[in-house]
């Protein structure tokens, strides 16, 4: 490791404008990460040192410090760097901040926002409204026109697409309410000597699920069936805590049952004597 230190000492070291050295160190910077044979952070320190600072640029943004890079790029005039570096963010918020940062620089440094108009179609996201603001007071906007009303009937076209999204979504909801009422007033009646469709017994004799298509299931035999299924894990999971709170929802409520009847019977006794 020493040894590879040195080695790119020597070339930031040697890396004045223009030279070989210089094209060599930035090459350098832009290789792969599985072959860098040096510290990233390490190599930032010697730029800073020796004062290469588009080298400085490659070594921001292979630390994913885009926000550095491209101010370093536009405080040393290299716009193209700033560019490819604003180009380089993944998310595309973050893109979309470099590259109105890329244009707020070149509208003030040039006094020329036609300039940061052509940026547009280079960023790839940027709007006609994130360049509006850097227009003077009293801009002619006559060389714009055309980008304007692009972008007025961009926006047309997605409040458009947002309205007929909204018409379906309230459609559904709709819907969906008018389901939710007429399931609440469905009901099915089931004779008591209706079987189990899992065990072929009684299903009432416990506590059970009806469906409406007429299968009646005990609640064990459901269980058992969905978990000796081909049902995902989380859903045998699910079932299996499902059941186990029943059980102890049942237990809890046989415990307390003779309590509770003895405690009514003796309140319906008082109530006699008085």
Request: proline share 4%.
């Amino acid at each position: 490791p020493s040894t590879n230190f040195s080695s790119f000492s020597l070339y930031c070291r040697a890396a004045d404008p223009g030279t070989d050295a210089e094209r060599l160190l930035l090459a350098l910077l832009q290789i792969e990460p599985v072959r860098r044979f040096y510290s990233l952070k390490y190599a930032l320190r010697l730029c800073a040192r020796y004062g290469r600072k588009k080298a400085a640029v490659l070594a921001f943004g292979a630390l994913g410090m885009l926000d550095n890079a491209v101010d370093l790029a536009l405080a040393c005039g290299e716009l193209q760097l700033a560019k490819d570096q604003a180009s380089a963010a993944v998310d595309p918020s973050s893109r979309t901040r470099l590259w109105r940062r890329i244009a707020r620089h070149v509208a003030v440094g040039s006094h020329d926002v036609s300039l940061a108009m052509a940026l547009l179609p280079e960023s790839g996201c940027l709007e006609v409204d994130d360049v509006l603001p850097l227009f003077p007071d009293f801009e002619k906007i006559d060389a714009f026109k055309t980008q304007i009303c692009d972008s007025l009937e961009g926006h047309n076209r997605t409040l458009a697409a947002l309205r007929s999204e909204i018409d379906i979504a309230t459609e559904a909801s709709g819907r969906i309410r008018a389901d939710i009422q007429s399931l609440q007033d469905r009901c099915c009646a089931v004779d008591t000597s209706a079987p189990c469709h899992h065990c072929g017994l009684p299903a009432l004799r416990s506590p059970a699920a009806v469906f409406f298509c007429g299968h009646a299931f005990h609640a064990s035999c459901l269980t058992e069936l969905l978990q000796s299924s081909h049902a995902p894990i989380a859903v045998r999971l699910k079932v299996k805590a499902a059941a186990a709170r029943v059980a102890e929802l049942t237990a809890a409520g046989a415990a307390t049952a003779p309590a509770h009847s003895a405690k009514a019977l003796r309140a319906c006794l008082q109530h006699k004597r008085n």
